[in-house]
């Protein structure tokens, strides 16, 4: 459905001027929203593309941002974009939302407030997720230098990656019992530890930091273990928290983020959320979940602003993560905490990808390490499979032999 020029006097409002506030703001008008929107945002820089903090961020010489679009072409798409503005509640029976500047009005409201880093209770402890934290841990990571890194995710992984690549020792701690818990099996994360491994990496797993402290110029770091450890820099990557506080304060439906519908509406018939901080049913498995990537924002700004415009599609895009591991890449396709059973096929070269089958036998994800263009090729089929719900047989999907394409 695409608006009509009846809808001149409607009102968007979009609190989050990341990539997902910004791409579902242009796909409005896109879809041929004639009305106002308005775009909010608290960093004072146009939206940039976050996953090259953990990655060329660290590892290039001289990182610049990318900006998916320029404030020429927002300005030139009829979008009024306000940066540096702090939303600090919305008024749900007026229709407004609250800011440092004022309040205002709203026919139709989007969050993408998106997440933040979960803070540990520890001092001298550095996090990554904007621009400016990024531009300081790079001047921390020097050559000869020693970082700990806490938290064994993609975040804390991609960190330690890029600061071995410039030359500092490394020491990764992780409180679980393996790296990449959350959402990658573990036969494949064990490749990812045996390769940071090999880069002269130490990863100790079962392990918390208790304390650190400044000592003599350096941070001296309390573990677990009864250890202590010399450090220059300490970074944590432990996970993200959505930032749902507005919409909890506005009695909006939360739940380790905003919960949405299949149409991604919020509670509020007016209001929708999209991004990182939305908490999103999956359309194969009927799991909740909060998909904290980059594509994901993509796909959800997309489904949001149909929706927004009277459209009732649900969101059916599968989730996809990658991650750079030095000159691998990690890639996933749908949600590996939904299966129940898994198969595993071992390529050519010795290295593998992990399928995971859900109780009725169909593909809910695919996992894999490798160079970029196999690895590549293997999860966009895989992907396919997961889409139309395939049903693949487990020996053939276990057969390298068998093309991945034949298994529809």
């Known amino acids: 459905m695409t608006e ?41 820089v146009v939206a940039y593309e976050r996953p090259p903090l953990s990655k060329a961020a660290l590892a290039d010489d001289d990182p610049e941002l990318v900006h998916p679009w320029t404030p020429e072409q927002l300005a030139e798409a009829g979008i009024s974009f306000r940066l540096g503005v702090d939303v600090t509640a919305i008024d749900r029976e007026a229709r407004t939302v609250v800011t440092d500047a004022g309040a205002m009005p709203y026919d139709r409201l989007l969050l993408t407030t998106g997440a933040g880093s979960r803070r540990l209770g520890l001092d ?27 938290g064994a995710g993609f975040i ?147 489904t949001v602003a149909a929706s927004m415009t009277g459209g009732q599609e649900p969101h059916v895009a599968v989730p996809w993560f990658w991650s750079d591991q030095y000159d691998q890449m990690l890639q996933t396709a749908g949600l590996p905490t939904t299966a ?20 009725q036998g169909r593909l809910v994800a695919a996992t894999s390490l490798g160079r970029g263009p196999v690895v590549a090729k293997d999860i966009r089929v895989a992907e396919s499979l997961i889409a139309t719900g395939a049903t693949p047989d487990p020996t053939a999907l276990a057969d390298p032999g068998t093309p991945l394409r034949s298994l529809r």
């Not at 001298?124 to 890194?149: F, Q, S």
């Not at 071992?346 to 109780?359: C, K, P, T, V």
């Open 4 to 44: 009509s020029s009846g809808d001149t006097a409607e009102r968007i409002v979009v609190v989050g001027a990341g990539e997902c506030g910004t791409r579902a703001a242009m796909a409005l008008r896109e879809r041929g929203f004639a009305g106002s929107i308005t775009l909010l945002g608290r960093e004072e």
């Open 124 to 150: 001298h402890v550095h996090y990554l997720r904007t621009h400016a934290e990024a531009a300081t841990l790079r001047d921390l990571v020097r050559a000869g230098g020693r970082l700990l890194v806490i």
């Open 156 to 302: 804390g992984l991609e960190i330690a990656a890029g600061a071995r690549q410039r030359g500092m020792e490394v020491v990764v701690v992780e409180a679980a019992d393996r790296a990449l818990a959350r959402m990658v099996p573990p036969v494949v994360a064990d490749e990812v530890v045996a390769l940071h491994t090999d880069h002269g990496v130490q990863v100790r797993t079962g392990t918390t930091v208790t304390s650190v402290d400044e000592v003599a110029g350096r941070l001296r770091v309390g573990l677990s273990t009864g250890e202590s450890l010399d450090v220059d820099a300490v970074v944590a990557g432990v996970g993200a928290a959505p930032h749902s506080e507005l919409a909890s304060a506005a009695g909006l439906l939360v739940e380790d983020g905003i919960v949405v519908d299949e149409q991604l509406r919020t509670s509020d018939p007016h209001i929708w959320a999209a991004g990182d901080c939305a908490a999103v049913p999956d359309a194969r498995s009927g799991h909740r979940a909060r998909v904290e990537s980059w594509r994901s924002a993509h796909d959800q700004a997309v």
């Open 340 to 359: 129940v059973s898994e198969v595993v096929r071992e390529r050519e070269d010795g290295s593998l990808i992990h399928f995971g089958l859900d109780a």
